[in-house]
């Protein structure tokens, strides 16, 4: 069927136009109402980019998927490492892609290169949740919370059919936890984050300093083309018997489990979806955060809440970026509008 430009195919919104900008990768897709990728294309997010550079690859790459599956450009939603305003669209400072991200007016200056096409924005983790809500393994549950375990640590708590955002949009950052006083600085100032010690970048920080100048070798030729050594080195090196390695992911795998308890405490949910590359690498986690739900967390919610995997993975953003496009999918206790004014 060929559309005209500002034609929608559909008039309920589907499909949507999706932008996943992450730490690493800046993704774009056109999203059925099933939650079917129609057109899907990304760059590389290189931290160094500007911001008005950031914004003409997101221009480009909805450019491109519109015009694969021939609908015109009018509404767009955004899904955001990092913590975002999500009634104006600016990005307060993301701790995982800084350089042209922070401060950006993402909202208004997208909006603008599209010719005024509304342009929605949110911060990934609350994206994921919504995603998971309606497409993945929390489909109709209505009291879970999601964590991701990645290049950052980072969540979102669906409570009452409610996503929690806070005064400034910025509740669920489950990652800025401390479960260690004494552990490691993390990037936020703080020591002992849940993000200082079981996120990708600490698991490889922390190898490398116990192992020194030898850590690379010690990971084997399995560290990135860049000579960086990441957290899916050190998960290698562990599985070929390294004892630093095996250490370091048991302190990750307990604080995880300890947050998780403290999760089920906090929020009794139904509950805690978990996801992110670095829980993926390490199936492990997932299994010791639900038994010690069931062993430590208090009575009823140690019976109530389950931790299972996520079922999206690396399209969460994008899927939750296309439900904000929809009325009535992302409305606040206090009928906000995620993403947008009202
Ligand atoms: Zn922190």
């Not at 999500?86 to 290169?113: D, F, H, K, M, W």
């Not at 860049?226 to 050190?234: A, F, K, P, R, Y």
């Not at 300890?258 to 089920?264: F, L, M, Q, T």
């Not at 062993?295 to 953003?317: C, F, I, K, M, Y």
């Amino acid at each position: 069927m060929m559309t005209t430009r500002m034609q929608r195919l559909n008039p309920d919104g589907w499909p949507a136009l999706a932008l996943d900008i992450g730490g690493t990768w800046c993704r774009a897709a056109v999203v059925g109402e099933d939650g079917t990728l129609l057109a899907r294309a990304k760059s590389r997010t290189f931290p160094e980019r500007s911001g008005p550079e950031i914004v003409e690859d997101c221009r480009s790459l909805i450019a491109k998927v519109a015009a694969e599956v021939g609908i015109g450009i009018t509404d767009v939603g955004v899904s955001v490492t990092g913590p975002v305003n999500p009634q104006s669209g600016v990005i307060y400072s993301p701790p995982n892609a800084q350089g042209g991200l922070a401060g950006l007016p993402l909202r208004t200056e997208l909006s603008r290169r599209l010719d005024g096409a509304q342009v929605l924005v949110v911060k990934d983790t609350n994206a994921a949740a919504l995603a998971e809500q309606q497409f993945g393994v929390a489909r109709g549950v209505r009291d879970f919370v999601y964590l991701t375990i990645s290049t950052g640590i980072g969540g979102a708590a669906v409570i009452q059919d409610r996503l929690i955002l806070g005064v400034d949009g910025c509740a669920g950052e489950i990652g800025h936890v401390s479960v260690d006083p004494n552990g490691p600085v993390c990037g936020c100032g703080r020591r002992g984050c849940l993000e200082s010690i079981a996120s990708g970048p600490a698991l490889a920080r922390r190898y490398s300093a116990a192992r020194g100048a030898g850590a690379i070798d010690n990971a084997s030729a399995s560290a990135s083309a860049s000579g960086n050594l990441e957290g899916v080195d050190v998960s290698r090196a562990a599985n070929e018997g390294d004892a630093v390695a095996l250490e370091i992911l048991d302190s990750a795998r307990a604080a995880i489990a300890s947050a998780a308890v403290d999760i089920a405490n906090l929020y009794n949910p139904a509950l805690i979806v978990i996801g992110g590359s670095v829980a993926r690498a390490n199936p492990e986690w997932l299994t010791s955060a639900g038994d010690a739900v069931d062993r430590l967390a208090l009575s009823p919610t140690r019976e109530t809440t389950q931790v299972v995997a996520s079922g999206l993975d690396d399209d969460a953003g994008l899927l939750g970026a296309a439900l904000i496009l929809q009325s009535g999918a992302a409305q606040t206790a206090h009928g906000t509008r995620i993403g947008g004014e009202n």
